[in-house]
């Protein structure tokens, strides 16, 4: 994590995206939906950029942000993205229709723990990016990370909880079970037989699993 001096210095560096997807920020800001935090939608694309993928499984579309970025910086792609709030999967639906992106990106409506066996006659993933209900996210690993082929990439993003997650004393009974949750799976995480994981400070936290 860093402190927000640094924050606004990295910002600052980071190129425009578009003067559409700027939109889609600042609605997102106004209307307190919950897209990735700016500086870890950089370092994520910086780090899926090491390995170009081809199909890539959003769980969590909210508007369509993540996926709309994800697939301007790989044109080759394919991403199926998942969202069981109807409001926000028919504003994802305009915004990626306005970028001419509805080619690349699938939007599917549902709930991702419903989901998982129309996926199963798909070729394998080569991302898997979990940004989706916090306290489902092991299920949501085990249900879609057998989609993910051998050497392939599972990102789970808010896995700090802006910092919860290192308290000791949380007043706020609500989110003391969430950060409990996601410490838990943190700990589930770092010790998978089946993937080498680390946890990065970025954003709000972005946890890489590297499938064996």
Known sequence: MINKQVEDYLKSLIPTRGERV????????????????LIGMESLL???KLHEPKRILEIG????YSAIRMAQAFPSSRIVTMERDEER????????SELDLVDQIDVRFGDALDLAQTLESEPLFDVLFIDAAKGQYQRFFDLYGKLVKPGGVIYSDNVLFRGLVAEEDIENKRLQKLATKIKSYNEWLMNHPDYDTRILPVGDGLAVSIKR
Not at 28 to 34: G, I, M
Not at 61 to 64: C, E, K, P
């Open 22 to 37: 700027e939109q889609i920020e600042e609605f997102a800001k106004v209307n307190q939906v919950p897209i990735m935090d």
């Open 46 to 48: 910086q780090q899926m």
């Open 61 to 64: 579309t909210a508007i369509g």
């Open 89 to 96: 999967f028919t504003e994802a639906l305009k915004n990626i």
